[in-house]
C-alpha cells in the first residue's frame, strides 16, 4: 500500500523532513504488486520507494554509515476494508510482527508514526464500482491490494492530513531473535503508537472520544 500522508511526508519535501531530520535519508516500501503497473514503478522509485521484501529492508537498514530511514506502511486491503472516513475505530493487525522481527535482528529503532485524517482523503468503492474494483482487486488479489476511488478522476479529496513522529524505541540487536522477544518489542510498539494517537488524537480528529486504535 502507498498512504498519501506516507508519500507527501517522507516522498517529498511537503512536510519538511530534511529539515527535522537533516541527518537521514527516508526510505518508503510499497508492496511488490504495485511496482508491475506501467510507469508507476519508475513513479515510485524517483521518490525513494522500496519493495517491501526482506531483502530491500535489510538493505536501507544495513548501511554502515548509518542515517537511512525506512519507512513501513503497516496492514493491507482486509485492514482497510474495516476503516471509513471519521468512522470510529482505528486497527493495527496484531499479527503483523514481520518489521519488528527485522528491527530485531539489525538493531535499528523503531519509530511510531500517525497520520491523521489519512482515510478522509480517499472513498472506497460504492455500488457503481463495485464491479470493476473487483476485477482490479482480483488482478492484484496475491497481496490483497484495496483500490480506493478518488473524486474527481482519482484525485484525493481535499483534506488535510497530519503525520505525526513519536519518540524512537531503542532495540537491542538479536541476530536470531526469539518469538518470546518478538512479541514483547511488538507489545512495546503498539502501546507506544496507541499512546502517541490517544495524546494527538483531540487536536486532530472531529470525534476523539469515540475513536481508539484497536488490535484486529
Known amino acids: 500500500m502507498v498512504g498519501i500522508g506516507n508519500f507527501l511526508s517522507f516522498g517529498t519535501a511537503a512536510g519538511g523532513f530534511n529539515d527535522l531530520f537533516p541527518n537521514h535519508k527516508p526510505y518508503s516500501f510499497a508492496s ?7 510507469l508507476y514503478r519508475e513513479y515510485l522509485l524517483s521518490f525513494g520507494y522500496c519493495k517491501a521484501t526482506v531483502p530491500s529492508i535489510k ?16 496492514g493491507n486491503a482486509l485492514e482497510a476494508e474495516y476503516v ?8 493495527v493487525q496484531r499479527h503483523k510482527k514481520g518489521f519488528v522481527k527485522l528491527a530485531i535482528k539489525n538493531g535499528t529503532p523503531l519509530v511510531p508514526v500517525i497520520g491523521f485524517g489519512e482515510l478522509n482523503v480517499i472513498e472506497k468503492s460504492n455500488s457503481i464500482y463495485k464491479t470493476k474494483i473487483q476485477i482490479v482487486k482480483e488482478w492484484l488479489k496475491s497481496d490483497k491490494q484495496i483500490i480506493p476511488i478518488l473524486k474527481k478522476l482519482f484525485l ?30 511488538h507489545k512495546v510498539f503498539v502501546y507506544r503508537l496507541t499512546e502517541l494517537f490517544e495524546k494527538h ?16
Do not use: C, R
Not at 538493505?59 to 503497516?74: H, M, P, R
Not at 488524537?201 to 484486529?216: I, Q, R
Open 84 to 91: 471509513h472516513p471519521n468512522g470510529t475505530l482505528w486497527f
Open 32 to 38: 511488490d504488486s504495485v511496482y508491475k503497473v506501467p
Open 201 to 216: 488524537k483531540h487536536t486532530y480528529l472531529s470525534d476523539p472520544d469515540n475513536t481508539h486504535l484497536m488490535l484486529l
Open 59 to 74: 538493505w536501507v537498514l544495513s548501511n554502515s554509515a548509518g542515517g537511512n530511514a525506512g519507512v513501513l506502511v503497516i
Open 156 to 185: 484525493p479529496i481535499k483534506n488535510p492530513i497530519h503525520v505525526i513522529v513519536g519518540k524512537p524505541i531503542n532495540i537491542q540487536q538479536v541476530v536470531n531473535p526469539s518469538p518470546k522477544e518478538v512479541d514483547f518489542v
